[in-house]
């Protein structure tokens, strides 16, 4: 096992490409774009709560920068910075190398230069320190939906809860779903092109970690609104209808806008080449009451409707 210093310089320093200063001082130093807002989001990973104790390391450092990405996807930012506390317990030289290979595959893909973080021996725990760009004024919040507003969701909600309850025996799944859902659940694609894009035009926008119904409450309770829902294609009850509804993990991008947005959030979906689906509108009506409706118009009533990590 390297020592904590052998290892920031051997896995955790990298050249940068818009850092004044990174890895190795006391601090770093970034220069932010004349006109811009910093975006500054963190978000921890556990063990044993966020993932198994004999995850792939590669897909973990992944997903461990990745759900930080999305957040600023969420904000409509341009992710730029991010910092990397890790707890570590003796891993191995391997499991350390494959881990941080998969958090800088991430990191290249949307451009972030790591400028620091903190290296200690303990029970394995990942938390990164996201900071992004938005043109001042312009971030995505979650308190401006409006009534009469659509409600969208990008991509297929469910996927990375359906892939959990495959590995953990609750379904068995076959390809390509099992595929498909265990990449959702391993390697999330933040959805940082669709973010861009939606500044000027949607009213609100929150990434799914905590399972669709949960984290369109979030924006409900800020909003003051009420919601009515009517899926298309949702799946007609059990499993895999809670993964849509609750499952947590998706990092998809819920987001509502203007009805008269409705061609032009069509025609994104296009040149994105990503699912967009209206699943509904934001009503005045009870501050955040929800109502969901079945392909047949019936009103359900979900089991739960997300994560909650302190219940
Ligand atoms: P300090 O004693 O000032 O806290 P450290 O010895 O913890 O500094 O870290 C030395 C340098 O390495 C700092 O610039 C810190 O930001 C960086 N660093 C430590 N751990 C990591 C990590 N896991 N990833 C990236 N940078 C790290
Ligand atoms: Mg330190």
Redesign the pocket.
């Known amino acids: 096992m390297p020592s904590?210093?052998e290892?920031?310089a051997r896995?955790?320093?990298r050249g940068t490409s818009h850092t004044v200063l990174?890895?190795?001082?006391?601090?770093?130093l970034i220069a932010p774009t004349p006109g811009k807002e910093l975006v500054i989001s963190t978000d921890l990973l556990v063990e044993g709560t966020h993932f198994l104790a004999d995850a792939d390391p590669e897909a973990l450092g992944w997903k461990t920068l990745a759900v930080n990405i999305s957040d600023m996807a969420a904000m409509g930012a341009q992710p730029r910075w991010a910092?990397?506390?890790?707890v570590l317990p003796a891993s191995t030289v391997d499991w350390i190398e494959a881990f941080a290979r998969g958090f800088f595959a991430c990191a290249d893909s949307h451009g972030v230069d790591?400028?620091?973080?903190?290296?200690t021996r303990g029970p394995r725990a990942f938390c990164v320190t996201i900071i992004g760009e938005v043109p001042a004024g312009q971030a995505l919040r979650r308190d401006g939906a409006k009534a009469g507003d659509s409600i969208w969701i990008s991509g297929k909600p469910g996927r990375a809860a359906l892939g959990l309850a495959h590995l953990q025996g609750r379904t068995t799944l076959a390809e390509p779903q099992l595929g498909e859902c265990l990449a959702a659940l391993h390697r999330p694609q933040p959805r940082i092109s669709l973010g861009l894009a939606l500044r000027g035009i949607a009213s609100v926008a929150i990434d799914v970690s905590d399972g669709l119904l949960a984290d369109l409450g979030h924006v409900l309770e800020q909003s003051k609104l009420g919601a009515r829902l009517q899926i298309p294609n949702l799946p007609v009850a059990g499993l895999e209808r809670d993964c849509v509804l609750a499952g947590g993990d998706d990092y998809e991008l819920l987001f509502t806008a203007a009805a008269g947005s409705d061609s032009d959030i069509a025609a994104l979906a296009g040149k994105l080449q990503l699912p967009l689906t209206r699943i509904g509108e934001i009503v005045a009506g009870p501050p955040g009451e929800l109502v969901l409706r079945d392909d047949s118009g019936s009103i359900i009533t979900p089991a739960c409707r997300g994560y909650d990590h302190f219940l």
């Open positions: 904590e210093f290892l920031i896995f955790f320093t990174g890895v190795g001082d006391d601090g770093a910092l990397l506390a890790a790591l400028i620091g973080g903190d290296t």
